[in-house]
């Protein structure tokens, strides 16, 4: 093999891995990496959305945005007694849904009711009823259960963050807004320079409120965001690294060229 074929060779192998090394580093979860506070399990009245988006103490660089939360799920309880022997046929935990089938039961008088066992994470001491009824089959059959469904809408709730020199920093609300019912919202009336906070709940049809999730937050200042998005994110410096390191073995490979040629 010529001295011109291995170093063609050498440089490829190079190349490819130094390719490789940057593709693996991008590739990475990196997001993983970051670790959220643990959020309340149990709440009174229930919990309240997992926030998405914006991370808490993200710059944003223009004066509209879109805040992002997960959606909350409601709860039901089925429960269905033969009457003459006050056995329980089914006890029964749903979530999201308003209709549901027991097993083949013999003929009889069954009492069914459903309770609302509120938004999740919710401890009720006791569950409000939304439907009871008996039901009565002639021979062995199931029953059929559908009840009214409870709705839930979202509140998002914005505060700015006044600060002074040598005082305490002063939080005041400047906007609110309820009876979303989709967990997104664009608000469209920052000021430049200024931090904000912002927080949602959940309300349902039946007149109850979750808990407040933790304030988040967000500060509007384009000069930062750049700096933000670099340092903030793990995988920018690592691909960076990756480029800086394909560089260098590039230059490296020239250089040894150039002292073969000598």
């Not at 506070?37 to 919990?47: D, M």
């Not at 009824?133 to 809408?153: A, D, R």
Request: negative net charge; aromatic residues 14%; charged residues 20%.
């Amino acid at each position: 093999m010529s001295n011109r074929t291995v170093i063609w060779v050498r440089d490829a192998l190079v190349i490819f891995f130094s390719f490789y090394v940057v593709f693996a580093v991008a590739s990475v979860p990196w997001a993983n990496l970051k670790v959220s506070p643990p959020l309340p399990e149990t709440c009174e009245t229930g919990c309240p959305p997992v926030v998405s988006f914006p991370e808490n103490g993200y710059y944003h660089y223009q004066n509209s945005v879109t805040f992002e939360w997960s959606s909350v799920s409601v709860g039901y309880r089925i429960v269905v007694t033969e009457v003459d022997t006050g056995d329980v046929k089914m006890d029964k935990n749903i979530t999201n849904e308003v209709t549901s089938t027991t097993s083949r039961l013999p003929a009889g008088t069954y009492l069914t009711r459903v309770y609302y066992t509120g938004i999740a994470g919710s401890t009720f001491s006791t569950y409000p009823i939304l439907k009871s009824e008996f039901v009565t089959i002639e021979t062995s059959s199931k029953i059929t259960m559908v009840w009214p469904e409870v709705s839930v809408t979202y509140g998002l709730e914005i505060r700015v963050i006044k600060e002074a020199e040598n005082e305490l920093p002063e939080i005041v609300k400047v906007y609110e807004v309820n009876m979303l019912e989709e967990s997104s919202y664009t608000y469209s009336d920052f000021e430049n320079g200024k931090s904000y906070s912002w927080s949602v709940y959940v309300q349902d049809s039946k007149g109850y409120t979750s808990a407040s999730s933790p304030f988040h937050v967000v500060n509007i200042d384009t000069t930062k965001f750049l700096a933000f998005e670099l340092f903030n994110n793990w995988e920018v410096p690592f691909i960076l690294l990756g480029v800086m390191m394909v560089i260098a073995m590039q230059a490296g490979v020239f250089l040894a060229r150039e002292e073969l040629n000598d």
